[in-house]
C-alpha cells in the first residue's frame, strides 16, 4: 500500500533561499472532492498523474503514476479545475531529510510553505532554524483547496 506521510509548515524567513534550486511544477485536480484528489502534474519533460485519499492526521494513500507529457498538457488545459496551480519547489537537504519548499505564483503568489515526508508517523525529525509554524492539517494549505480558494482571497 502506497501512504504519503507529511507534515506541513510555514516559513519564518528567507535564510532557505541559498540552500536548494528549484523546478517549475504545473498542476491541476480533475477530482478534489472530500476524501479523494485526483491531480495532474507537469515538472519539466515529465507528466504524472496522482491520486490521493483522505488525511488521517499526517498520513493518507497516495499513488502515482507518469504519463505522457503531451497528454498531461492537454488534461491541464482542457479536463482540469481552473485556476492551475503553478509554483517553484526547491528541494533543501536538511538532518537526514529533504525538506520541499513550495513556492506560489499565480493567484496563489505570496504563499511560502514547506513540506517534510516521513517514513513512519511520529518519526522524529530536526527542524531548521527557518520553519515556523506547523499548518498540517489545515486545509487552507493543500493544494487541491488553492484552487477553490486561493491565496490572494485569504484574509491576511
Request: some cysteine; proline content about 4%.
Amino acid at each position: 500500500m502506497a501512504q504519503e506521510i507529511e507534515k506541513k509548515f510555514l516559513i519564518k524567513n528567507d535564510s532557505w533561499r541559498s540552500l536548494g534550486t528549484g523546478k517549475e511544477y504545473c498542476q491541476g485536480y480533475l477530482s478534489s472532492e472530500k476524501g479523494r484528489t485526483v491531480r495532474i502534474r507537469t515538472i519539466g519533460d515529465r507528466g504524472i498523474l496522482t491520486i490521493k485519499g483522505a488525511s488521517e492526521g499526517d498520513s493518507r494513500l497516495e499513488f502515482e503514476y507518469d504519463i505522457p507529457l503531451e497528454e498531461a498538457k492537454e488534461m491541464l488545459e482542457k479536463l482540469c479545475q481552473k485556476p492551475l496551480i503553478t509554483k517553484t519547489r526547491y528541494k533543501i537537504p536538511y538532518a537526514q531529510f529533504i525538506w520541499e519548499v513550495d513556492e506560489f505564483e499565480g493567484e496563489n503568489k505570496g504563499l511560502i510553505f514547506a513540506e517534510i515526508e516521513l517514513q513512519f508517523s511520529g518519526q522524529p525529525f530536526e527542524i531548521p532554524e527557518w520553519i515556523g509554524e506547523e499548518v498540517t492539517g489545515d486545509q487552507r494549505y493543500y493544494n487541491a483547496n488553492l484552487v477553490s480558494n486561493p491565496y490572494s482571497n485569504w484574509e491576511k
